[in-house]
C-alpha cells in the first residue's frame, strides 16, 4: 500500500500538549516514497471550531479545518494534555465528533492521554491501549474495560493504535509509517530527521 496517499487529520484544541502533535506531524510530513520522492501522507490539522488554538505553553495554531468542513481522513490522531484530560474529556461535542469518524477512518490513533478521549468515546473496551504513565491508574479506574499496557510505546491493536507519552507519539507516527510504507520509507524518514527509531 505504499503507493497510496494516506490523509491524516491531527486534532488540535487548547492546551493540547505541543510534541503530542507536532512530533506526528513532523514524521507524516516528511514521509516519502523513495523512488519518486512523492509524499506518502498528506497532513492536515483540525479543532472543533477552525480557530485558532492556544497550546501548552502559549503556543498558537490555526488549524486547517473545523468539525464542519473536515474532509475524510484515513488517519486520525488524538494528542493529549492538560486540555484533554482536564477539558475535552468533558466535551460531548468532540467526544461523539471522535465516536463518528472510527467508522470511516483506516486508523485512529491517540497520543499520551488522547487516550483518555478514546476511551470516553467507548473506543478502547476490550483492547490494549496505552498513555502516559502518570494516567495509566486514572485509565484503569475510570475506563475498566481497557487493558492498560504500562512500559511501551505504543501498542497497535489494528484499526486503532494508542503510544504514550508526548515524544512516544513520534515512535507511534514511525510504526504506522513503516506499516503503511514499508520499512524502507520508515528508515529514510529517520534518517531526514536524525532520529533513533527501531525497524521491527
Known amino acids: 500500500m505504499a503507493d497510496k496517499l494516506w490523509t491524516v487529520g491531527i486534532l488540535l484544541f487548547d492546551d493540547v500538549e505541543v510534541l503530542d502533535f507536532a512530533g506526528p506531524f513532523e514524521v507524516f510530513s516528511v514521509a516519502a516514497k ?3 520522492q512523492g509524499k506518502l501522507f498528506a497532513v492536515k490539522t483540525l479543532s472543533q471550531a477552525g480557530q485558532m488554538i492556544s497550546a501548552r505553553n502559549g503556543l498558537k495554531v490555526s488549524p486547517d479545518f473545523s468539525f464542519d ?6 488517519i486520525l490522531v488524538i494528542p493529549g494534555g492538560p486540555g484533554a484530560r ?4 468533558h466535551n460531548v461535542n468532540l467526544i ?8 470511516d477512518v483506516h486508523i485512529m490513533s491517540s497520543v499520551c492521554t488522547g487516550a483518555l478521549l478514546l476511551a470516553k468515546a467507548g473506543l478502547l473496551n476490550g483492547k490494549r491501549a496505552t498513555t502516559h504513565w502518570g494516567s495509566y491508574a486514572r485509565l484503569e479506574s475510570e475506563f475498566p474495560g481497557v487493558l492498560v499496557q504500562r512500559n511501551v510505546k505504543f501498542v497497535d491493536e489494528g484499526d486503532i493504535v ?7 507519539g513520534i515512535n507511534m507516527a514511525f510504526h504506522i509509517v513503516q ?11 529517520a534518517r531526514q530527521m536524525e ?5 521491527y
Open 34 to 36: 523513495r523512488e519518486t
Open 69 to 74: 468542513n473536515a474532509p475524510h481522513f484515513d
Open 86 to 89: 482536564e477539558t475535552e474529556i
Open 96 to 103: 461523539a465528533w471522535i465516536q463518528d469518524r472510527m467508522s
Open 162 to 168: 494508542t503510544s504514550a507519552g508526548i515524544s512516544a
Open 179 to 189: 506499516r503503511l510504507g514499508g520499512s524502507d520509507i520508515a528508515r529514510e524518514t
Open 195 to 199: 532520529y533513533d527509531i527501531t525497524i
